[in-house]
């Protein structure tokens, strides 16, 4: 008996010392000592796109959708009249060019289009129309979003993307504005950030509808690649040389203890289903043990959006404020979570793997007195132009995000914007990382 125990005993240790031994080999966790990297050491190719992104439910204003249900019924910080940006979007794409950009990305608010079900409303899809006239005027590229987690509030009633028979609801939505926009419009991201939007919704119960459930998480996350498979198929038949592509946060999941096995099999399941899920669905075309018809290669390219890197271990709260760990020598955001950049060198690797080009379709930071963004900035930026003289094909970089706005279930507490807002008066003021951003654009846009 007892020689039963001591064999079982030293097979676990063995074996937990062996899956520990191969992940810290497999999945290393690079730190730098950024006092010794010359970050201003940077370059890039002079047809490289600078940009900044926005969403329409977090700067536009007065909108009535799942997200505004949500804030009311959970009491919320309401986004309320947001940046007013829908009144105010001609001076606000006068920062774009202030700033010297070269494209844009921003997302349509689906509930404006369609606020009652089959009811169409044609004014507001010619103010999209007219914004994107504009861009062009001005020489920006717009990069557009058709659902960046908002919805109408009568197909959240309906379930939302948790039912399969919904999602043509939803792709006669996007056909509509292709068909008006696609003229003009060559980059397209069909969902921002599909994970977060199924976890947060689904799992941690913090974005509407603010379930708590690991199955529909999973069905969530089907039904998403679903959507985006179809809407590839759809909108490349209307116009084949059209770019589609998904805005996919990439968080990295590293073990709190680089020495624990349990910390290790957490980081592996998580990443796992955050970014492994989705690109097995893009390469093999079946997703959790599903076949999701036409999702095979339905990428012509990939957006990165990219933060940070979550430590997890066996204890992870799941309720109330995320509690995020950090090293003794990372630098907390104002959000909570540690700056590191080196991880975005590992997102971009990740995300490679699938073999299109790579646009940065966020990358930004919470920093309400603009005292960490510039190091922040510089440091991305740093990662970035040695992944792109290293051969990786990353076509444009868009910084989170424009302006201060609805920071969600953050309200309007977090600041992510180049430009500071005051809420009570609209004023915009371009910070310093601003100024910084700009100057950065005007050289390297020389070279
Ligand atoms: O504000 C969000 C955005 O809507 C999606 N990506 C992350 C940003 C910052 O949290």
């Known amino acids: 008996m007892l020689n039963v125990f001591l064999t079982a005993m030293i097979v676990t240790l063995a074996s937990g010392t062996a899956f520990v031994l191969y992940c810290r080999w497999r999945y290393p966790e690079p730190h730098l000592n950024w006092s010794e990297v010359d970050v201003e050491s940077i370059s890039f190719p002079p047809d490289f796109l600078w940009g900044a992104a926005t969403a329409a439910h977090q700067v536009e204003g007065g909108l009535h959708n799942n997200w505004s249900v949500f804030e009311e019924s959970r009491g919320l910080e309401k986004s309320g009249e947001a940046c007013d940006h829908w009144n105010r979007w001609k ?52 990069v557009v979003t058709l659902h960046h987690f908002s919805h109408p509030a009568w197909w959240e009633d309906r379930g939302g993307f948790s039912k399969k028979e919904n999602l043509p609801e939803f792709i006669a939505y996007c056909e509509r504005v292709f068909e008006t926009l696609s003229d003009r419009v060559d980059v397209w991201c069909t969902i921002n950030e599909p994970t977060v939007f199924s976890s947060m919704g689904y799992t941690l119960g913090q974005f509407p509808p603010g379930h708590r459930s ?146 940065i379709t966020e990358n930004g930071v919470a920093d309400s007195n603009d005292v960490l963004r510039p190091e922040h900035l510089m440091r991305h930026l740093w990662v970035l132009s040695e992944a792109i003289s290293d051969g990786y094909d990353i076509k444009s970089f868009h910084h989170w995000s424009l302006m201060d706005n609805f920071e969600w279930a953050e309200g309007y507490s977090m600041r992510f914007g180049l430009y500071e807002v005051d809420f009570d008066t609209q004023e915009r003021n371009l910070r310093k990382s601003g100024e910084l951003y700009r100057k950065i654009i005007t050289e390297h846009m020389k070279t």
């Open 214 to 359: 690991i199955r529909q998480t999973l069905r969530i996350m089907r039904n998403l690649m679903r959507a985006h498979a179809a809407l590839y198929a759809s909108l490349k038949s209307r116009r084949p040389d059209a770019s589609i592509g998904v805005a996919k946060n990439v968080t990295l999941f590293d073990p709190l203890n680089r020495w624990s096995p349990i910390d290790w099999a957490v980081a592996r399941l998580l990443d796992w289903l955050w970014s492994g899920a989705w690109q097995r669905g893009i390469l093999s075309g079946r997703m959790l043990g599903s076949r999701v018809r036409g999702s095979k290669n339905s990428l012509d390219f990939i957006g990165l959006n990219y933060y940070t890197h979550f430590l997890t271990g066996l204890f992870m709260p799941t309720t109330g404020e995320l509690a995020f760990a950090r090293r003794e020598n990372e630098v907390s955001t104002e959000f909570g979570y540690p700056m590191y950049a080196e991880g975005f060198r590992r997102a971009i690797e990740k995300v490679s793997v699938l073999n299109v080009p790579i646009e």
């Open 91 to 142: 001076e606000d794409f006068e920062m774009l060019s202030e700033l010297g950009l070269t494209t844009y990305r921003f997302s349509i608010e689906w509930s404006r289009l369609e606020p009652e079900p089959g009811k169409w409303d044609s004014a507001p899809l010619q103010v999209y129309s007219d914004m994107v006239d504009d861009l062009l005027n001005r020489g920006i590229r717009p």
